[in-house]
């Protein structure tokens, strides 16, 4: 008995010997960098030695829940993986952003803000972000008649320029404007849209906006638009637009895609649910409510897009425009390439005016 004891503890013991030297020997990989340098004598001697490459940047499991630093990983970007993180957006606009991982903005606020950055949602969703009222920044729209108005806006992001925005789900988004006298544009992922690259994204929300202003409208991607494309895109939207001014004419727009401007549309599918009651003048597309190149500008392109579902409206105007059409309600600009549409659209225009139009409940 003796004996198998004596055995077992010097096999301990022997096993304890072994981990320790293999852990104070360690690896030939966990050297310090500066050792590969040169020598002065092989430097000397003409000998090159390649410069030791920077470590990449390998993320660690990510189970939504991790306290992460608010600083740039290696590659330069800052890596999203909650909720809470969603907000360095906000304080550093201008730099690159990833997601990690799926994110829950279930029941966190959020207020638009510019954004001149980038944000790659690498396939992940960005789910349940509820938006309610516009941010602070203003930009200059035209109507029509090339009027100008400063305008506030509404989305995610209140105005994009210089951005991109690829490879992101905004699930289940929610954005809402209840405005007074402010001309202001809405869309989920931006009011606004200038120099900007909305690709790859997939998009599934509500927005409603109610407002006494003179210049307003409603998108499913976008608000307004100038230089700019959206590609490869999809949207399911339902959108409610509703003017409260039944005393003074205005100008309104609604699109699938986006309510006005001539940023490009190629490859997108849109299903769009939208209700539109109006005092003024109406202009409802299922792709663009109004296209107007309201500034010189190359060649546009509204192409290989699909687009079904139905807009509601109505116009309370005697002197009545009513534009609504599958693909772009009024055309100011016919400097465009359109070709390789598809469509599956109802204009549905009803001429009762004292009831304001909702989806049924």
């Known amino acids: 008995m003796k004996d198998k004891i004596l055995k077992t503890i010097t096999i301990l013991l022997l096993t304890a010997a072994v981990c320790a030297a293999l852990c104070a020997c360690g690896s030939p990989a966990a050297k310090p960098l500066e050792s590969a340098a040169p020598s002065g004598a092989e430097a000397q001697a003409g000998q090159v030695q390649a410069k030791p490459e920077a470590p990449a940047f390998v993320p660690v ?8 630093a608010e600083k740039p990983s290696p590659d330069g ?12 957006i906000a304080r550093h606009p201008d730099a690159d952003f990833v997601l990690d991982c799926d994110v829950d903005m279930q029941g966190a606020a959020w207020t638009p803000f510019a954004f001149g950055g980038t944000l790659d949602g690498r396939g992940h969703a960005i789910s349940g972000l509820s938006v309610s ?51 202001v544009f809405a869309g989920t992922v931006a ?13 599934t929300a509500s927005g409603e906006l109610t407002t006494s202003s003179k210049c307003f409208g409603i998108g499913g991607i976008a608000g307004y638009t100038g230089r700019g494309s959206i590609a490869d895109c999809s949207a399911d939207v339902t959108l409610v637009c509703i003017d409260e001014n039944r005393e003074e004419k205005d100008e309104q727009f609604m699109g699938g895609a ?37 500034e010189p500008a190359d060649k546009g392109s509204i192409s290989r897009n699909r ?49 304001d139009l909702r989806p049924a409940r």
């Not at 993986?81 to 969603?86: F, G, P």
């Not at 100008?148 to 404007?177: P, Q």
């Open 258 to 294: 986006y309510a006005a401007g001539y940023a490009n549309i190629d490859g997108c599918e849109i299903v769009i649910d939208g209700y539109d009651s109006d005092h003024g003048y109406v202009h409802n597309g299922g792709l663009v409510g109004m296209y107007i190149q309201y």
């Open 133 to 183: 009222g516009t941010g602070t920044e203003t930009e200059k729209t035209y109507d029509g008649n090339m009027k100008v108005y400063d305008t506030y806006f509404c989305g995610m992001f209140s105005v994009l320029r210089g951005a991109e925005i690829s490879s992101l789900e905004l699930k289940d988004a929610v954005f809402e404007c209840h405005t007074g006298e402010e001309n």
């Open 77 to 88: 970007k800052y890596h999203i993986r909650n909720a809470e993180a969603m907000e360095w």
């Open 307 to 355: 687009v079904s579902g139905m807009i509601t409206f109505f116009e309370d105007n005697k002197n009545r425009r009513a534009y609504c059409e599958p693909y772009v309600g009024e055309m100011m600009s016919w400097n465009l390439a359109m070709d390789g549409n598809r469509q599956e659209f109802t204009r549905n225009e009803v001429f009762d005016y004292s009831t």
């Open 61 to 68: 499991p990510v189970t939504g829940r991790e306290p992460l």
């Open 191 to 203: 009011g606004f849209i200038y120099d900007s690259v909305i690709r790859d994204c997939r998009i």
